[in-house]
């Protein structure tokens, strides 16, 4: 028996302007999509709240990493300052 990978479908904005903007219902798309209407649901709500913006997109959500891992540098390299700052202090009393 093999087992085939499977590959997540991601929904599209031609997906939601079935739903959205020509008024199908979500059982009806997900037909015509050969789709399941659980997941059609999913991807509508999930499109909804990337639209409302209470999701962060991809590109913010790699900002947000980048953005972080940044903070944490500079608080260490702000830690190293300090203590250097308190040896050299030490050093020339």
Known sequence: M???KRTR????????ALVTEQGYKVAEAARSLDIGDT??????RDFE???????LSSD???????????VRNLL??????????QYFAKEMK
């Open 2 to 4: 093999t087992t085939e």
């Open 9 to 16: 479908r991601k929904y599209t904005e031609d997906f939601m």
């Open 39 to 44: 997941l059609l649901r999913r991807w509508k």
């Open 49 to 55: 709240e990337a639209a409302s913006g209470n999701q």
């Open 60 to 70: 913010e959500r790699e900002e947000l990493k980048r953005l972080r891992k940044e």
């Open 76 to 85: 260490m390299e702000k830690e190293i300052l300090k203590n250097a700052s």
